[in-house]
């Protein structure tokens, strides 16, 4: 198949969105195409992608799980603003929210906090301009968020990584599955007691096929501490990540 005018729509809506969820590119791929080998369509857009040094990335989001296509560059920068096409201002409080996450034991961070940053000497910003500014990252999924928690986004997590690295290599914390960055620390579920190695959630539902052998992939310490409740409250930690011995989550995790 060559790359025609349907590859074409299909890589302009990727770049609107930003970050596509997966399910709602495989529909307009269907809608497209009349088949669902999306695999065959993102291969063959970022083969046309690779001269500009763009690619199609998969990023799942850290707190749903839920995989997204997302339109990055491949040579990365050190700093934020060749990518986001903000006011020095603006980027100073996306650079301290980001500097906040990174470096709390949670992985978040609340909006409140965020909003107390402004107006400040350095961040000379009001607070409904703030907020709108947080609305927006969060509309472009360079920022998570739910129940008033900021979270990084997947397109930070795709666009992002060699700012992070320069900036807090030292407080980045690597999945022993996926090799990737992971930001978003849970308190329990993810971190193995013995050899506090750390995985992300959907990767460890992929890997633990066998609910009733739970070992940590880097120690084969066989009480991985999963959280198993099926309490149902609003924390991201105990209901939408969660993994339950009964019901396994139908998450999907690619390999970068
Ligand atoms: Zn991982
Ligand atoms: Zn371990």
Redesign the pocket.
């Known amino acids: 198949m060559t790359y025609n005018k349907n590859h074409k729509i299909v890589l302009q809506a990727i770049i609107h969105e930003g970050a596509m969820e997966e399910d709602h590119g495989k529909q307009l791929i269907e809608k497209l195409f009349g088949h669902d080998n999306s695999a065959e369509v993102l291969h063959r857009i970022n083969t046309k992608l690779q001269p500009l040094n763009m690619i199609i990335k998969y990023i799942n989001c850290e707190i749903t799980g839920l995989l997204y296509w997302v339109f990055a560059n491949t040579a990365q920068d050190t700093s934020i603003r060749p990518q986001l096409e903000y006011s020095e201002v603006h980027l100073t409080l996306l650079r301290t929210i980001f500097s906040e996450i990174v470096t709390s034991d949670e992985g978040h961070v609340s909006s409140t906090w965020c909003l107390n940053l402004c107006p400040s000497s350095n961040i000379n910003l009001s607070k409904n301009s703030a907020q709108m500014f947080l609305n927006d990252m969060v509309e472009k999924k360079w920022l998570f968020c739910k129940d008033g928690q900021y979270y990084i986004g997947v397109r930070s997590i795709a666009e992002l990584s060699q700012y992070f690295k320069d900036s807090h290599e030292d407080k980045l914390r690597t999945c022993t599955l996926c090799k990737q960055t992971l930001f978003y620390n849970f308190t329990q579920g993810q971190k193995?007691e013995?050899?506090d190695?750390v995985i992300h959630l959907y990767c460890l539902s992929t890997y633990t096929k066998d609910q009733s052998n739970l070992r940590?992939p880097?120690?084969d310490?066989n009480i991985f501490n999963l959280d198993c409740s099926d309490d149902a409250n609003n924390s991201p930690s105990d209901t939408e990540v969660s993994i339950s011995k009964t019901k396994r989550p139908t998450r999907k995790r690619r390999k970068h």
């Open positions: 193995c013995q050899c190695a940590c880097n120690c310490h």
